[in-house]
């Protein structure tokens, strides 16, 4: 499979191209909608889907353009508040070419977050950046369910598996598994009562 990581907008946003044998699929088609489209007609890819990691503006902002544009479906979370042809649940898994991709539920930002595991590589939206994770003060986010999707799932793929963020707000713009759990200070031996306490610290 093949990554296309694309830097876009104001805010940092890092929104992805997937192809597998001449199929592609859109994450988080946040902003700079050109240059996704100049992307997918240079490259003469048949766009199959747009998946969204989670509802928020930043992440959706040119979402059904693209859609309308190439007949791809949108792809959320059953629980997303987004238009949507698709709607998935945890350990559902879709195709784009010859590569499965599996949907990992993952609250805690926001009740619909979602991140995508294709090919040894796991798009993390805004639950987990590199050094970092995202926001829980914001309408549907969560601390408790924040400690679930990091400590219950993404720190349980393997090592090796490459991280993708939503953001560029690390000190590289991808990482990966094992290095998160040597040197993200979130994702330190916590209790969820330490952890719970951490996130509540200014």
Same mark, same amino acid.
């Given at each position: 499979?093949?990554?296309? *990581?694309?830097?876009?907008?104001?805010?940092?946003?890092?929104?992805?191209?997937?192809?597998?044998?001449?199929?592609?699929?859109?994450? @988080?088609?946040?902003?700079?909608?050109? %240059?996704?489209?100049?992307?997918?007609?240079?490259?003469?890819? /048949?766009?199959?889907?747009?998946?969204?990691?989670?509802?928020?503006?930043?992440?959706?902002?040119?979402?059904?353009?693209?859609?309308?544009?190439?007949?791809?479906?949108?792809?959320?979370?059953?629980?997303?508040?987004?238009?949507?042809?698709?709607?998935?649940?945890?350990?559902? %898994?879709?195709?784009?070419?010859?590569? /499965?991709?599996?949907?990992?539920?993952?609250?805690?930002?926001?009740?619909?977050?979602?991140?995508?595991?294709?090919?040894?590589?796991?798009?993390?939206?805004?639950?987990?950046?590199?050094?970092?994770?995202?926001?829980?003060?914001?309408?549907?986010?969560?601390? *408790?369910?924040?400690?679930?999707?990091?400590?219950?799932?993404?720190?349980?793929?393997?090592? /090796?598996?490459?991280?993708?963020?939503?953001? @560029?707000?690390?000190?590289?713009?991808?990482?990966?598994?094992?290095? /998160?759990?040597? *040197?993200?200070?979130?994702?330190?031996?916590?209790?969820?009562? *330490?952890?719970?306490?951490?996130?509540?610290?200014?």
């Amino acid at each position: 499979m093949h990554i296309s *990581q694309i830097k876009v907008g104001h805010m940092e946003n890092f929104t992805y191209i997937l192809e597998s044998a001449g199929t592609a699929a859109i994450i @988080d088609p946040s902003f700079g909608g050109e %240059k996704l489209r100049d992307e997918i007609d240079r490259r003469r890819l /048949e766009l199959k889907y747009i998946f969204y990691t989670h509802h928020h503006f930043d992440h959706i902002n040119d979402g059904e353009n693209l859609a309308n544009r190439y007949g791809a479906e949108t792809v959320a979370h059953t629980n997303s508040p987004v238009k949507k042809d698709v709607s998935v649940t945890h350990g559902q %898994k879709l195709l784009i070419g010859s590569e /499965e991709i599996t949907v990992i539920h993952t609250p805690g930002h926001t009740k619909d977050s979602v991140c995508y595991l294709a090919d040894g590589s796991v798009f993390t939206g805004d639950t987990l950046f590199v050094g970092e994770c995202g926001r829980v003060d914001l309408p549907g986010g969560s601390a *408790q369910e924040m400690y679930a999707s990091l400590f219950r799932k993404l720190t349980r793929l393997g090592d /090796e598996t490459v991280v993708y963020p939503g953001h @560029d707000y690390g000190a590289t713009p991808t990482s990966t598994i094992g290095r /998160e759990k040597r *040197q993200n200070y979130v994702l330190a031996p916590r209790t969820l009562e *330490q952890f719970l306490e951490f996130m509540s610290s200014p």
